[in-house]
Nanobody
Framework: VQLQASGGGLVQAGDSLRLSCAAS????????MGWFRQAPGKEREFVAT????????FYAHSVQGRFTVSRDNAKNTVYLEMSSLKPEDTAVYYC?????????????????WGQGTQVTVSA
């Protein structure tokens, strides 16, 4: 299984950004996908998760209403649309995957991880 996250960059507060995570080596539609982030000196934290079909999603309170997770099973890709970005959203963002029929919010329950993409939001 390989997960390749991309789309990070340097933006200003209030801007939008879309992250992508392309998956290979797996039957993508069998996997629940998650997004996590880790800021310098902090623990990795949950951001969002999406069910196998995309019908169900769940978000961290800190991003609820600003971020949207989606997936395209035909393209083996999961997305994270981020809007109204804040400096506190600055972090390395990771995508994760696990075969599951339920949403997963805990990092330790995912067994496949991408390499991360840096998002920096300036004030």
């Amino acid at each position: 299984v390989q997960l390749q996250a991309s789309g990070g960059g340097l933006v200003q507060a209030g801007d939008s950004l879309r992250l992508s995570c392309a998956a290979s080596g797996l039957t993508f539609s069998n996997y629940v996908m998650g997004w996590f982030r880790q800021a310098p000196g902090k623990e990795r934290e949950f951001v969002a998760t999406i069910s196998r079909t995309g019908a169900s999603t769940f978000y961290a309170h800190s991003v609820q209403g600003r971020f949207t997770v989606s997936r395209d099973n035909a393209k083996n890709t999961v997305y994270l649309e981020m809007s109204s970005l804040k400096p506190e959203d600055t972090a390395v963002y990771y995508c994760a995957a696990r075969i599951s029929n339920i949403l997963i919010v805990r990092a330790y329950e995912y067994d496949n991880w991408g390499q991360g993409t840096q998002v920096t939001v300036s004030a």
